[in-house]
């Protein structure tokens, strides 16, 4: 306290040569002011310090100034430290700063622009706890290590989990951070590990400033994302576009196969966050639309625009959050984070035209889309994901049927053109009985016959081959179609082909027991010396896609009327007389 309490006795080199050992008397008065945490420093000359916030000049005294001194003090921290042993040796501090701060620690940096030794300060929130007294840049130029003279009173925090880092000024999209460096220079700044750790004095600068202390107020929470996009570390967290919080940091998982995005929702919104909440990536600008519904641009706020930012819904109220720091997905948007409904799986054949966003439809209303087109894993077939948003009680169960629907182009048959313009689709038939829930279906081939058993009288063709004969081609009388081939099967002994037809409840009484069936498929040419060449074809229809005719007789020939599942031979080609065949029978209503 600029009194003259001792004096130097003598001075000489260490053994070591390093280290310059005084001896000081300090007279009896005054002894009992020498503790053990006593620190002694070099009072001698002026100290000048000169920077952006002014000049500061200090002496210990007139005294000093001319001859040198020392000066001692205990720290105020230290009061209650015991009388020290005059046999141990004190460090002789080169300063008042020195040692004041008393603590050394050393940094190690990654990023040491603007630093200087002497000059720049050690703070912890705003408050400033030490200085860099000396700055030493590693062989490899990429790094630098940094000797801290911190003050006493952080001694207990000095331990692991202790965390030091850069800061100076930056101006991003997201914000602007460390403002206050722009007056007073890049500084370093410091968070205290827990009371009671391990203690520790070397340390490594983290790149940046450490996510918010959890025990911080407010919610601390932890989403899930496979992609980061614009977000950083200040984006906004948005609650129907009002800022209540921000993005603290991110990190790849253990797995390294998602980022883990740290967040804060401040204190006075904490309780807009539950178990039902939904966040969602609301960086950017969003197009959505197509050929027909036009296209839609989306933005969360002009501040998401630009910087990025997480938006957030809360849809039902009182549900309690699981853990302390709650754990939630990040939806790449709004759409996909606010959607209902169950997801199944549909295997097809082939992916031609299919892609996430087709529809899945039911008598043309859009009940589901498809999320995402994928190989199964033998890669045989392809595996879609979809998600049924309407009804899926009724749709996502046992017997529901899915098929693709293509565009048709053919002489006889168009069919689906509008899927020329808006894409394919997946038409579903739900099941008509509830047997329980399934997610995972094979789509058919093609579209199903239809469930409900149709009227009409059912009959069986028995022919040595099937020939171009399918299903849907039709069966004519007189060159009028009244039914249909509904299927094809080998016979019970592999040497018949049996073709199950069915003729319109109208035309039932046309088939008798001496009705005679024939393929009516292509055409066929007779040709004569004298007659030249005949074309017969039954019609345009059949001479392309295929087809059966038949004619009855008249008299005691035409035979009973048939019955349902009556076998009949079916001829490959028919004879002359049958085309003169015209019995009048009256048709059904």
């Known amino acids: 306290k600029q009194i003259q309490v001792g004096q130097v006795k003598s001075y000489l080199l260490s053994e070591d040569q390093n280290t310059v050992e005084i001896k000081v008397f300090i007279e009896p008065t005054y002894a009992n002011l020498v503790r053990k945490h006593t620190r002694f ?3 001698s000359g002026i100290s000048i310090d000169a920077n952006l916030s002014g000049v500061k000049v200090r002496s210990e005294s007139l005294a000093s100034i001319v001859a040198g001194g020392i000066a ?7 009061r209650d430290s015991p009388p020290t042993d005059p046999s141990l040796p004190f460090r002789l501090y080169e300063d008042f700063d020195a040692a004041q701060a008393g603590i050394r620690v050393k940094v190690k940096l990654s990023d040491f622009e603007g630093l200087q030794a002497g000059r720049t300060p050690v703070m912890y929130k705003g408050i400033q706890v030490g200085n860099l007294k000396a700055l030493k840049v590693d062989p490899d130029l990429s790094s630098a290590t940094a000797e801290l003279t911190l003050d006493p009173l952080a001694e207990d925090y000095l331990v692991q989990g202790t965390q030091f880092w850069v800061v100076k000024p930056s101006i991003s999209l997201a914000g602007i951070t460390g403002l206050e460096a722009l007056v007073k220079g890049n500084y370093i700044a410091v968070r205290p590990g827990d009371k009671g750790g391990a203690p520790q004095r070397e340390f490594e600068a983290r790149p940046k400033a450490p996510p918010l202390d959890l025990r911080s107020p407010g919610l601390h929470l932890v989403l899930f994302t496979e992609n ?8 906004p967290i948005l609650y129907k576009q009002v800022k209540v919080g921000s993005v603290q940091s991110y990190q790849f998982s253990r797995t390294r196969k998602q980022l883990v995005i740290g967040v804060h929702i401040e204190k006075e919104y904490e309780g807009l966050v539950n178990g039902s909440t939904r966040f969602w990536n609301a960086s950017g600008v969003t197009l959505t639309g197509g050929l027909t519904g036009g296209i839609q641009v989306k933005s969360e706020s002009l501040q998401s625009l630009m910087a990025g930012g997480i938006a957030f819904d809360t849809p039902e109220p009182n549900v309690p959050l699981k853990k302390r720091i709650p754990r939630f997905r990040l939806y790449a948007d709004k759409e996909q984070a606010t959607q209902k409904g169950t997801l199944i799986s549909i295997k097809v054949d082939r992916a031609d035209g299919l892609r996430p966003g087709t529809p899945i439809r039911f008598k043309g209303l859009d009940v589901g889309k498809v999320e995402d087109v994928d190989l199964s894993g033998d890669l045989q077939s392809v595996l879609l994901k979809a998600r049924i948003t309407e009804v899926p009680e009724r749709i996502a169960r046992v017997g529901s049927q899915f098929w693709v629907v293509k565009p048709e182009l053919g002489l006889i048959k168009t069919a689906n053109l509008e899927t020329l313009v808006t894409g394919q689709y997946i038409e579903v038939q739900p099941a008509a009985k509830n047997l329980g829930a399934q997610t995972s279906f094979v789509a058919l081939p093609q579209p199903p016959e239809d469930a409900v058993a149709e009227a009409g009288l059912s009959l069986v063709l028995s022919a040595a081959r099937r020939g171009s004969l399918k299903v849907g081609v039709p069966v004519t009388y007189r060159e009028v179609t009244v039914g249909k081939v509904t299927g094809y099967e080998l016979g019970q002994t592999a040497d ?4 199950h037809i069915l003729i319109e409840p109208k035309y039932a009484p046309l088939v008798r027991g001496g009705t005679r069936f024939w393929n009516s498929s292509g055409f066929g040419i007779d040709i004569g010396l004298f007659k030249g060449a005949t074309v017969r074809t039954e019609s345009l229809e059949t001479l392309i896609q ?44």
Request: glycine letters at 10%; charged letters at 25%.
């Open 546 to 589: 295929g087809g059966i005719a038949f004619a009855t007789p008249d008299g005691e020939r035409m035979g009973n009327p048939a019955r349902p599942e009556q076998t009949f031979p079916l001829f490959d080609k028919f004879e002359d007389e049958w085309l003169t065949w015209a019995p009048k029978i009256p048709l059904g209503k």
């Open 228 to 235: 980061l996009g614009s977000l950083e570390v200040g984006s």
């Open 72 to 78: 001692f003090a205990t720290p105020e921290n230290r």
């Open 496 to 499: 018949r082909v049996l073709i």
């Open 41 to 43: 420093w070099n009072a």
